[in-house]
């Protein structure tokens, strides 16, 4: 992660969310040993001081609506979540820039 992006998630005046989504991608990577993650995601985030971004029904309707520039389900309620919420999404992930959202480099 680059040190900007890690600067911006330590600063404790910035509200960071981790969205229900990334913790599902996180335990499916997990699982096929892909990643290595703490076995409580969620008291990881709330020691971390993080906010939990839930997936609403909106989200899930604009993630089926969004152009086909990217095909990873994951990604696009991502996308969906950053614009329904006026968010800043944190990613390596140069596709993101395609649908308008605002990307720091990770």
Known sequence: MSTHARQIISNPENI????????????IKKAIGKLS??????????V????????????GSKAGSLPN?????????LIAQAMSENLII?????QFSQYGVSVIPA
């Open 16 to 27: 960071i969310f981790v969205s229900a989504v990334s913790a599902w991608e996180i335990a």
């Open 37 to 46: 993650a703490p076995d409580n995601l969620a008291e990881a985030i709330s």
């Open 69 to 77: 520039y990217h095909n990873d389900p994951f990604d696009r309620m």
């Open 48 to 59: 971390n001081c993080f906010e939990p971004l839930l997936i609403t029904i909106e989200h």
């Open 90 to 94: 944190i990613s390596r992930d140069t």
